[in-house]
């Protein structure tokens, strides 16, 4: 396995013409070997008004070595919670609040506030709500008794234009539309702004991640919504354990933990000014 | 605003899922659940922080209680679907219902 690798990394580099040093750098450390529980209880620590966890006797670090800090008392400890969850392999891809301030910390695609914002915004013009279908005629059905509750909930709270389309192409979104969603995403701070990204990325739609932030729906009806389809389909042919459960669970997990990693990182939003996005 | 029978619920959930990640351990003496604890008391009389219908705490926990829920449903069943290395040639072959030809022994023939 490892010379395979390093032959592959050798072609990268000498392709992308960089010389080593100059890769060092940049390169995010990543270690793809499964992590043995080294530790036996996770805490946590208070220091300047941040929060941060330690693992026995060490502090907890970020992959780019940076020390691992919270700014909410909840979100440090729900992080450790996630660390104290594991047994003998720490399965770094079930703790998804902890990725999520890691990416906040790290910031690794180095994404400033307005790159979150605009890709957040692009999948509004392509929200899973606005597409309808004509037929299956009760699935059509099924879309506007569900679907369109919500859409009228967004525009009575955000006061925009948004409407649904049975076409191919995306429905037409006015500028106005864009401008006041985009003021109210830059309302929130820098973390809240990662966290927006992932639960819209998962849901695929944005509306969705708004009503879910703003307390409308709970996870659970999101995530239904956001499967609609999925859902007629399973009940028509059939469902499958080890597929579309373990697809409810996943998304599920991955929806909570960016709906809470935005209200804890919100809550406390003097602090959260101070967290400026290092390059 | 959910009633205190639902909030006890909630609670108890919570709990019972803190109870199997600290399963080792005296459940009193965790953090996560202290802190829990003394937010359900701070909040019994209103849940509603700050007077506003939107920042409930109750919606929070229950957020949290289908965090800790979801992860252990999708945990179990990885652990019972995921694979376990490549299969062989024949087992593959039984799940679809086929028998693999018998291969050609040249001291039985």
């Keep these: ?3 395979p690798m390093r032959i592959y990394h050798s072609a990268v580099k000498s ?3 960089v010389s080593n040093s100059h890769c060092t750098c940049s390169v995010r450390r990543f270690n793809p070997r499964e992590l043995k529980k080294f530790y036996k209880n996770a805490t946590i620590t208070q220091t300047n008004g941040w929060f941060e966890i330690n693992l026995d006797q060490k502090k907890l670090k970020t992959p780019n070595g940076k020390v691992f800090k919270v700014p909410n008392e909840a979100l440090a400890l729900a992080v450790a919670t996630e660390w104290n969850m594991q047994h003998k392999i720490v399965k770094r891809h079930y703790m998804h609040l902890t990725s999520l301030c890691n990416t906040a910390l790290d910031n690794p695609t180095y994404k400033s506030r307005e790159d979150l914002v605009r890709s957040a915004l ?18 059509a059905k099924l879309e506007k008794v ?4 919500i859409l009228e909930w967004a525009r009575k709270r955000y006061d925009i234009e948004i409407e649904s389309t049975t076409g191919l192409l995306p429905p037409e979104v006015p500028s106005s539309t864009y401008n006041k969603l985009r003021r109210h995403l830059l309302s929130y701070g820098d973390w809240a702004l990662f966290g927006f990204l992932y639960g819209t990325e998962n849901l695929k739609s944005l509306i969705l991640m708004l009503a879910v932030v703003d307390k409308h729906i709970d996870v659970k009806t999101a995530v239904t919504l956001s499967r609609l389809e999925q859902n007629y389909q399973t009940t028509k ?3 499958v354990e080890w597929y ?3 697809d409810i669970e996943e998304l599920h997990t991955r929806v909570a ?3 809470l990693f935005i209200y804890w990182s919100s809550e406390s939003s003097s602090i959260i000014e101070k967290a400026v996005i290092e390059f | 605003m959910t009633s205190p029978t639902a ?5 108890r959930s919570l709990l019972k899922e803190l109870r199997f990640i600290n399963s080792k351990r005296n459940i009193t003496e965790c953090p996560t659940y202290q802190f829990m604890l003394e937010q359900f008391k701070n909040h019994k009389v209103t849940s509603e922080k700050y007077c506003q219908g939107k920042h409930d705490v109750v919606h929070v926990a229950d957020t949290y209680l289908c965090l800790l829920e979801s992860t252990r449903k999708h945990q179990e069943l990885t652990e019972m679907y995921g694979g376990k290395g490549e299969r062989s040639i024949e087992a593959s072959a039984n799940i679809v219902g086929l028998k693999l030809p018998k291969t050609y022994d040249p001291n039985n023939s």
């Design chain 1, 1 to 3: 396995m490892a010379a």
């Design chain 1, 15 to 17: 392709f992308l013409n």
């Design chain 1, 122 to 139: 692009h999948y509004a013009e392509t929200d899973t709500l606005c597409y309808r279908l004509e037929e299956p005629e009760d699935l």
């Design chain 1, 146 to 149: 569900c679907w369109d509750p």
């Design chain 1, 237 to 239: 042919w059939g469902n």
């Design chain 1, 244 to 246: 579309h459960d373990l």
């Design chain 1, 257 to 259: 933990a960016a709906a």
């Design chain 2, 7 to 11: 909030t006890a619920q909630l609670f």
